[in-house]
């Protein structure tokens, strides 16, 4: 194997072309992003066919700028990473069939790499010392995870969502109180303005599983019933209810593991407050808190590129059978 490897990593899963060339899994040679944000905002949030029409268009383009920032060619490509699950089948299937005709076309090597896995990889890029074991909280707009980081490629499920994602739920609160898409920095910012003084109910299990849709129906059902409600008390109140649910299965998770790392995730890990509450807890447990850039913590292709690069080493590659697979679990 070449002292040096250069990932080629795709991800389109949902509303964002991305193409980055990453070096050895943690160096970042470049990091092309090409939102819809603009797109999808009048319609308050992604139209699948419509983000899927715009990958099209967009990934060869992108493509080529990646290349020309990270200063290489195609031939200096040693593998091509692609997400190809969770997200929207279609979206995903225009970056697994652009890598696949790389692939081939290139004879190059090829990985098909879990968005979710992408996400924790994030983190790699970010804290270039950062090893396994450690623990991971993933949140972002179709995911909440509690994970044990065993290994690079390896991975235990401590919790998860039991039905909306966190991300979801700021997304749907944001269009309730009139803030639109995206909701995660609009609620963020509003919240700043507000104080948390208004009490949401928040569930409770016996494992480290999460609830979100009751806090979210009833952020619903107080501004139906009071439209004059205070929106930035009632964005702070349900800000500190999520988060109050998140700190508290971490806690027991930490507990559970005994490990001294923790690491952040997903699109709403750039949500300020929680940053701040999580890194109360990390002074409280006296723990590391690791959270990626701002922005590594939406979807991008260099986490997919350092995700793939750490499945390339270890053996896990795909071959030209790949297929997007909407709801892929992480393993």
Do not use: W
Request: net charge neutral; hydrophobic share 40%; with cysteine.
């Amino acid at each position: 194997m070449k002292k040096d490897l250069l990932v080629l990593g795709i991800e389109s899963s949902c509303d964002e072309t991305s193409v980055s060339v990453v070096k050895n899994g943690r160096e970042v040679l470049s990091n092309v992003i090409n939102s819809q944000i603009d797109i999808h905002t009048r319609f308050g949030g992604v139209v699948p066919e419509i983000a899927s029409r715009n990958h099209v268009e967009a990934i060869s383009a992108t493509t080529m700028q990646a290349l020309k920032d990270a200063g290489i060619t195609f031939n200096d490509i040693d593998v091509i990473a692609c997400t190809y699950g969770p997200g929207l089948v279609g979206a995903l299937l225009v970056g697994v069939s652009y890598a696949k005709a790389l692939s081939y076309a290139l004879n190059k090597p090829l990985v098909g790499v879990n968005h979710i896995e992408g996400h924790i990889a994030a983190n790699y890029i970010t804290f270039k010392e950062l090893e396994p074991p450690f623990l991971c909280l993933i949140i972002s707009g179709g995911h909440t995870h509690l994970v044990s980081i065993k290994d690079y490629t390896e991975f235990e499920i401590l919790g998860k969502t039991r039905d909306d994602a966190i991300g979801e739920a700021f997304d749907k609160v944001a269009r309730v109180v009139g803030l639109g898409y995206p909701g995660g920095p609009k609620i963020d910012n509003m919240a700043k303005g507000g104080k948390p003084n208004i009490q949401l109910p928040i569930t409770h299990f016996d494992n480290l599983d999460f609830s979100f849709s009751g806090i979210k129906t009833a952020v619903l059902n107080l501004n139906h019933k009071d439209p004059n409600i205070n929106k930035n008390d009632l964005c702070a109140s349900f800000e500190k209810a999520v988060t109050e649910m998140l700190l508290e299965n971490t806690k027991k998770a930490l507990d559970k593991l005994k490990v001294k790392k923790l690491a952040l995730a997903g699109g709403v890990s750039a949500n300020s407050y929680i940053r701040e509450q999580f890194s109360k807890l990390g002074e409280e447990k006296k723990i590391k808190v690791y959270y990626p850039n701002i922005q590594l913590c939406t979807d991008n292709a260099a986490m997919i590129a350092s995700a793939g690069y750490y499945n390339y080493i270890n053996g896990n590659t795909s071959d030209l059978y790949l297929n997007a697979i909407p709801n892929l679990k992480i393993k």
